[in-house]
């Protein structure tokens, strides 16, 4: 059911994640509630646009509390009103940057939602990223729950980030047990928050890799991986592999042993095409041809950060497409 908890009514598996402390995580979760009564809005676009809005001149510091929460903007303490920077400070989320603060995190719109993640620039190896494929991999969790939401009982987003999948199914699907797994500390830790913050007692953020440290099978499994070449290789970006397609291909694989009979895996991820070839599904289809399954694999967009192949690393690649794969067993 949906509820207007605090982190104190959290399920025992909710609680075993650790919090840094669970009165600045309250107080992370006030935040969110105020800024959502000042009907605040904010869409997250990729980090060049990004940086493009915030290199106008007329923007260099923050007017208002979308320049603070939304573009990361430095701001004055004189910009805020004293509630507001009181409740900055309880939260934890002020960095000073000379004679101005910074906040440590950002806050976007996911239709009805709110939701907590890092900062931009996204530079921190654990750093939590919502951008353009938050909203991409949320319309084809949401096309898909339009139908199947009633078939739903147990599902997982591998990955979870700031939990944006799992909240979606989790919304869609009160009665369902929902868990977001993730090797990223941080990661887990604003799930938490941002379900508290959407009322959403049916989440379990979870320190998992994979699938490996959660049990039994899913209706539903979800992911959208990091699928870029890091040199840094910081978890939220780097997918691993020759090109990028190590851990998208590491899902399919534990998918495919822990789906229900009439599950559904929902994979959104990139592929770097080389030669007119696209290596991700010539490597699906080895993988996938003899087995019992049903699927679908097609191109959202076919072309994306393209900023990125002006790197040394991606000198052989053509271009960046996101795909999805829908795989039922």
Known sequence: ????????????????????????????????RYLAATGYQHVAITPLSHAYNNQRAANGTARDLRDIFGWS???SSEAVTPFEFELMQAAGVL????????SKVRWSTLGSLLCVHSA???????????GPDTYRFAQLIDGYLERHAGGVRRAVDIGCGSGAGA????????????????????????????????GLDNVAPVYSNLLQDVDGEFDLIVANPPYMLDPQQRAYRHGGGPLGAGLSLKIVDAALN????????LLYTGVAMTNGRDPFLQAL?????SLPCNWRYRELDPDVFGEELLKPIYDEVERIAVVALTLQV
């Open 1 to 32: 059911m949906t509820t207007n908890k605090g982190l104190a009514d959290l399920t025992p598996l909710e609680a075993a994640v650790p919090s840094e402390s669970a009165d600045a995580d309250q107080a992370l979760v006030e935040l969110g």
């Open 73 to 75: 903007r430095p701001f």
């Open 95 to 102: 960095a000073p940057q000379g004679d101005l603060w910074r």
């Open 120 to 130: 931009y620039p996204t530079d921190a190896a654990e750093a939590v990223f919502f």
């Open 167 to 198: 909240l979606l199914i989790a919304q869609a699907c009160p009665a369902a047990e929902v868990i977001g797994v993730d090797i990223n500390r941080q990661a887990l830790h604003l799930t938490r928050v941002n379900a508290a913050l959407g």
């Open 258 to 265: 822990r789906l229900a009979p009439g599950g559904t895996l």
């Open 285 to 289: 289809q080895q993988r996938l041809s």
